[in-house]
């Protein structure tokens, strides 16, 4: 866990573990390049980094926490079965069983991301080609790189959710019940809560809408 990722993973592990959105405790976990201009000599959190509320200003999305909080729950609770056995784990959400879970997660996301975009494209194209582009997509883009070696990033979550909004919007196109509506609208705000950025992607029904209305 390093970069981006300590603030995507701040509020899985700040809520799990503290019950609380205060962030001290993360930054001061951060890699070297992360706490770099966070922290001061001692190791405290710098004044900069607090907002007008005396809160940590966390810009990283919610969205990858949300995805991993089941997983990490079960962890968790393992973790103090297990030391409640005598196994002497730390029960912080830093130790090893929470990142290995946190980045076991983000793998499934990633290939479920995968298997769900190449269900789509073979409704539209021969099995063939949809296989071997979400090959391309796998092992031709960055994707492998934030699946296996920087999983608390969000890109492999994005993967995942807008494929997952992607798949949902087409399969009920045409006639939507008020229900389908409200889940596309939850899938929707899901993809922005996982990266801002995948906003663009709110295009689609805009677009299937006005050309509706």
Do not use: K
């Not at 706490?35 to 200003?57: K, N, P, Y």
């Amino acid at each position: 866990m390093r970069g981006d990722g300590v603030g995507y993973y701040a509020y899985a592990r700040s809520l799990l573990i503290e019950r609380r959105l205060d962030f001290q405790r993360d930054w001061q976990h951060g890699n070297e390049s992360f706490v770099m201009g966070r922290l001061d000599a001692q190791g405290q959190v710098l004044e900069s980094q607090f907002t007008s509320t005396g809160h940590i200003a966390d810009i990283w999305t919610i969205g990858p926490s949300i995805l991993w909080a089941p997983f990490l729950v079960l962890t968790h609770l393992g973790v103090l079965l297990c030391d409640g056995l005598g196994a002497h784990i730390s029960a912080d959400g830093f130790s090893r069983p929470y990142l290995i879970t946190m980045a076991c997660a983000t793998t499934l996301y990633g290939f479920l991301g995968l298997w769900i975009s190449f269900s789509l494209a073979r409704q539209y194209f021969p099995e063939r080609w949809a296989f071997l582009s979400t090959l391309g997509i796998w092992w031709a883009s960055s994707l492998p790189v934030y699946m296996y070696f920087n999983p608390s990033w969000s890109h492999a979550h994005s993967c995942f959710v807008i494929a997952l909004f992607l798949w949902y919007w087409n399969r009920t196109r045409g006639e939507r019940s008020i229900p389908q509506w409200i889940v596309l609208g939850l899938v929707s705000g899901l993809i922005v809560d996982v990266y801002y950025p995948n906003g663009v992607l709110l295009l689609v029904p805009l677009l299937e809408g006005i050309g509706r209305y």
